[in-house]
């Protein structure tokens, strides 16, 4: 069975230091890998989503980046964090075939002071 | 552009019928999905619909019409578990790659 993990859980961070959030998919070959950002009683924004190893294709301007080294591994990153980039930081998967949903990470709660 | 409306909140009473809407505008359409979130965990998955018409899965039923851009959730025998918000996501595909895109979410509060 597919399972995906990411981690940290909770990560509080001031404002100007980098980012590392790190999110790995088992059991399954070239998932849809995605990035979303949610708010304090908001919906899902999407950030960033990758078909492919070193295919990153980004949804809104803004001071993160993501990278995909392996097929499975999908990364979220910041060089200077800023107050405005707190919030719920979700990973997500799915297969690349019509009808299916995706899966969810447990998600990183990022407070930046 | 991708447009996703959802009324922002909800009430209802344990036990009731309720029924959330979500309206979309989207290019490249390829399904509706509708997921529950708890206050502070990650959304699982509720249900899918990707041709015209009614999916049911025990309390939960799902209804799309694609030529007027509309879907709704219905909660049957509301239970105080339910209160959640309810996120509406569409899977759009344009130039071979699929990506899901979500409205704001509808809280809904059951109470007793």
């Known amino acids: 069975s597919q399972t995906i993990h990411q981690w940290p859980a909770t990560l509080v961070q001031p404002v100007g230091s980098p980012l590392s959030l790190e999110c790995t998919v088992e059991?399954?070959?070239?998932?849809?890998l995605y990035w979303y950002r949610q708010a304090a009683g908001r919906g899902l924004q999407l950030l960033f989503y990758s078909v492919g190893i070193g295919q990153i294709s980004s949804e809104v301007p803004q001071n993160l980046s993501a990278s995909r080294p392996q097929d499975r591994q999908f990364i979220l990153s910041s060089k200077k964090l800023l107050l405005s980039d707190s919030g719920f930081y979700l990973c997500a998967w799915n297969p690349d075939r019509a009808g299916t949903e995706a899966f969810f990470g447990q998600g990183t709660r990022l407070t930046v002071v | 552009g991708q447009n996703i409306d959802q009324p922002t909140e909800m009430t209802a009473t344990e036990g009731a019928i309720v029924q959330i809407n979500c309206t979309y505008q989207?290019?490249?359409?390829?399904?509706l999905f509708w997921y529950q979130q708890h206050a502070g965990e990650a959304p699982t998955f509720l249900s899918y619909n990707v041709l015209d018409g009614l999916e049911e899965k025990g309390r939960f039923s799902s209804f799309l019409s694609r030529s007027k851009g509309y879907s709704y959730l219905l909660l049957k025998e509301l239970q105080m578990k339910d209160s959640a918000s309810y996120l509406c996501a569409v899977r759009v595909k344009n130039t071979g790659f699929q990506k899901l895109v979500f409205g704001t979410g509808t809280r809904l509060l059951v109470s007793p």
């Open positions: 989207t290019s490249g359409f390829n399904g």
């Open positions: 059991g399954t070959s070239n998932p849809n």
